[in-house]
Structure formats: C-alpha cells, structure tokens
C-alpha cells in the first residue's frame, strides 16, 4: 500500500539536526524502563462489562507484548501493515501499540461508538489486516456487526474480540502460545524494530467538518512532542495519569499509552465516563495528571459530593477541544486544589498550544495557550499577511508535532512550502504570544457584514443559571446573510425560552447584535468521539429556521 506519505528527507535532517525531533522510538523508553525496574506498575483498567481490574507492571507488560507481535507474525502481519483496534480503555488497547512498534506494523485507533457505516469506509480505506474489538461493550455485540462487513473488505483477514469465545477470542488466538520463548524470538523481533520515521499510527480525523482522513504519524511525530510537553507540566517517574478520554482519541493515545511508557509511570484507565468512579480512582491511585474534553471536567467540579472524596494529589488537568467556560473555571479554583490548564490541539499536531502551569487562572479561559518550544503558530488574513495582535484571522501552524500527511490523500496535507498547516481554524494572538481561538473557518456568523464573536456568545449563555451546554452556529438568511441560533440542554430541572435568553442577554450587557435570533432547547449535543460539539450538524438542523 502507498501510504502517500509526506515526509522528505531534508525535514528529518533539519529537524533532528535543531533538536526538535528526539530520533528515538517507544521501544527504547520500554527498554529503559525495563533495565530500571520491571516491576514497575504499568497500566491499571477497569472493564466496565466484566467488573474487574487488570493491573500490569513493566515486566508483564513487555512479555506481553512481545508474545501478541511474534502472533501478529505468525498470522501474516508485516511491515507497514495495519491493525485496527475498535477498543475501550482496556489494557489490551496498549498492549497492542506495543506489539504493531515491534514488528513494524501501523496502530489504527477506532472509536468504539463507529458502526458499519464508518468501519466499512475506515478499515477498507486503511487496507486493515487486523480488526480487534471487543465481545460487547454498553451492551452492543461488535461480532455480528464486523462478521457482516467482511465480505466488503478485501484485505480484513482476521478479527479477534476480547473476551470472546472459540478461536477468535483475542486471549485464546494471540495469547494462548508462549512464542516469546522460542530461542529465536528476541532476534526475529530485533530484525523486525522500526525507526523512528516509519509510520506506527493512522488515526482517522474526529469529523467536526464531516469528512474523516487518516492522520499519519511517526515515533518523531510523536513522542518529540511528548518530550517536550513532559518538561512543560515537569513530570517525572513520581507521576501517575488518570485517563477516561478514548485511548482511540489522539488524546487518550498519546497521554495515556505513549506518555506513561516514556516516564515509566502508571497510568490508570477508565473505560466509561463517570464522575463518581473518576473522582475515586484519582483518589485511590493517586493520580496527578488527567487531561479530557470540558464535559469531563464539569463533571468533576459539579459534582455534588465531591468534597467527601481526598484528590488532592491531582496537580494538572489539561482541558482543550474547546474553550473552557470562565464560570467553570472560577469555581474550579474556588473549590480544587488541581490547575486548569486550557490548550489547543488537533489530530495533525497533537495539543501544540498550552497555558504554563504558573499562568494566572484568567489565562485559562482568555486564550488556549502559548506554543511550546519547536512549535510556531501565526494568525493570517484572508490575503495571507500577518494578522496584527488581537486581530482574528487563520490560525496555521508547524514545527514538532506536525502529522506527515493523510493516508493515500498526500494532496490534501495542506502545507505550504514552508512548513505552515492550515488548521481551519480562526484565532486571534494576544500581545504576549498567547493564543485564542474564535471558532472553526466554518463557525463563523457574519451578519449583515459584521462578524459575530461566537466564543463571546457562547460563554455568556454557558453562565445562565438553566444552561447545560450552548453552542451558536448560523442560520442562512437572505437579507442578512447569517443570523445566530443558540442550541442549549439544560440543567435538571431548568428551563429557558427565547424571552428568557434575550432577558439575560440584556442584563449582562452584552451587544445587541450579538444575540441569536433563536433558540432552540434540545436533549443533548451531537459530539465527536473525543468530546467536541460537531457544529456541522448543528448547522444542518439551524437550516430549518432559515426565512423563519
């Protein structure tokens, strides 16, 4: 398969040469690890279908996954091929990315909320060899779905499931042999290590725009980023990472099984959101860092017993995906003695933008952060020049982090000759390097000639004492152009109608001509996998208001 990669040589040269690719592979960090101390704790889960918890050291950990490649082998998997892993917040999701960098062979994470309509198009597209998923999980059975698509997927060779029956039970096929024993394991394996420039990830775009492509990424791509963002939140081997965002997510991979590997730490894995069994995993385990989407971090702050439980130990939560409400925040502080830390981040270049733990918490819902070291961001006009500070216009990156282009799409990567990506995002740059971002390109509501500050809008309504979640998007309008459409869910037992919104519009004083002309209540938002609010389809049911 021509992965369509976009990667010259000249920007590997200048890369490592600067030292913002650190030339190294996760197969060293393990090595590391394991020549300190394999019984370090690894990974703890907790499988919400069968009620248990898997706890695994460093030691087990490399048995493991040296075990699952030399199987992945046996069955015909190769260099370059790729395995797709529809999994939960198990510890075989993990256990897995180790074994695909062992023999080569590319990781390609799927949400499991995906049903035959995106699997047929994500494992067809990526040529999989390899589909694992689980038995069941929040009562669906991924068996008969996959079973059902095989017949469309040419290269679809084998699909396990984790505590499945018969022969592809994923323990029973890829764990049931002992091949790292053989006297000729550890050389086959060795023969078979990949480079730090070799594509070990193709993760699918979370689809806010509606369009999914395939994100490649390297060892390079990925863990120099991780280098550095280690030093920004100054973690070290005393740390311990609470993950509930999705390990299929860019998040939950690169912070929740690269990440620990790197500083040989434990990360604990939750695999179902709840704020209750959140909270008491943080505490039980003594979690110090946690990143996630707002919804995750609401959660925790609102949560009306949270005070009986001790999560002191947590230091640092990273909330990015969008802005972070100012009233939440502000109660965060009051009540917590953890740092929000709000960032800015994408598939193609991971969370490149981060406010530094000693900002002052304003920081935290006035920008989403400042570029880390390698990493350069710029605002432009529409003509291409330089935005001036506090001037919105598009947001485009490069630098570190950077993906090295979309699986077979190599004319859609969206990089100019010097290196910037166009995020599809509108921002603005503070006066001292900070960024903010406005919205999506597409998020935009123009009228009557007038940009209307969504971000604005959206944090008034967010602090309206019936409001849940709110999210403005457009309605077409002939006359106008663009009018605004507030979708909000409400608090358990809140109301709010149009009167009752432009009411509090009034009150807070903000701008007449930014209040959306309606306002629609509704059960909950359509979101992405990681979290974020898919505007787009807001936007399809705001159609229906148009002329209205």
Known sequence: MDLGLNLPQDRIDAFVKSGAWIDRTLL?????????????????????????????????LDRLTRRLGLALMKLGVGKGDVVSLQLPNWWQFNAMHLACARIGAITNPLMPIFRERELSFMLGFAESKIVIAPQIFRGFEYKPMIEAIRGDL???????????????????????????????????????????????????????????????????????????????????GDDKVFMASPLAHQTGFLYAILMPVMLGIEVVLLDRWDAPVGVE???????????????????????????DFDISTLRTFVCAGAP??????????????????????????????????????????????????????????????????????????????????YLKKPEMHGTDEDGWFDTGDQAFVHPD????????????????????????????????????????????????????????????????????????????????????????VIGEMPRTPSGKIQKFKLRDMAKEFSRS
């Open 154 to 236: 040419p290269h679809l060779e084998h699909a396990f499931y984790v505590d499945g029956s018969g022969a592809d039970d994923f323990a029973t096929a890829l764990l049931g042999e002992a091949l790292e024993e053989a006297a000729d394991a550890e050389a086959t394996l060795a023969a078979l290590r990949p480079t730090p420039n070799d594509v070990n990830e193709v993760i699918y775009t979370s689809g806010t725009t509606g369009q999914p492509k395939g994100v490649m990424h390297t060892a390079n791509s990925t863990l120099s980023h991780l280098s550095t963002w280690i030093d920004h939140h100054r973690l070290n």
């Open 281 to 307: 995993l943080i505490q039980k385990h003594g979690a110090s860092f946690s990143m996630g989407a707002t919804p995750f971090l609401s959660d925790i702050v609102e949560m009306p017993n949270v005070a």
């Open 28 to 60: 060293d960090y393990l090595d590391e690890v394991l020549a300190r101390n394999p019984d370090l704790p690894a990974i703890t889960d907790y499988n919400g279908e069968t009620g248990e918890s898997t706890a695994l050291s460093y030691g087990e």
């Open 433 to 520: 390097g900070y960024i903010r971002i406005t919205g999506r390109a597409k998020d935009i509501i123009i009228r009557g000639g007038e940009n209307i500050p969504v971000v604005e809008v959206e944090d008034v309504l967010y602090r309206h004492p019936a409001v849940a979640e709110v999210a403005v998007v457009g309605i077409p309008d002939d006359r106008m152009g663009e009018l605004g459409c507030a979708f909000v869910t409400l608090q358990a037992g809140g109301s709010l109608d149009m009167a009752g919104m432009i009411g509090y519009l009034a009150e807070t004083k903000t701008a007449k001509q930014y209040w959306p002309e309606h306002l629609e």
């Open 324 to 405: 972070v409400p100012p009233a939440l925040v502000q109660k965060q502080a009051e009540n917590f003695t953890f740092k929000v830390l709000s960032g800015w981040g994408m598939t193609e270049c991971a969370c490149s933008t981060i406010c530094h733990p000693e900002d002052a918490d304003e920081k935290v819902w006035t920008s989403d952060g400042y570029p880390l070291p390698h990493t350069e961001v710029i605002v432009k006009r529409p003509d291409g020049s330089i935005a001036d500070p506090g001037e919105e216009g598009l947001l485009k990156v490069r630098g570190q982090p950077m993906f090295v282009g």
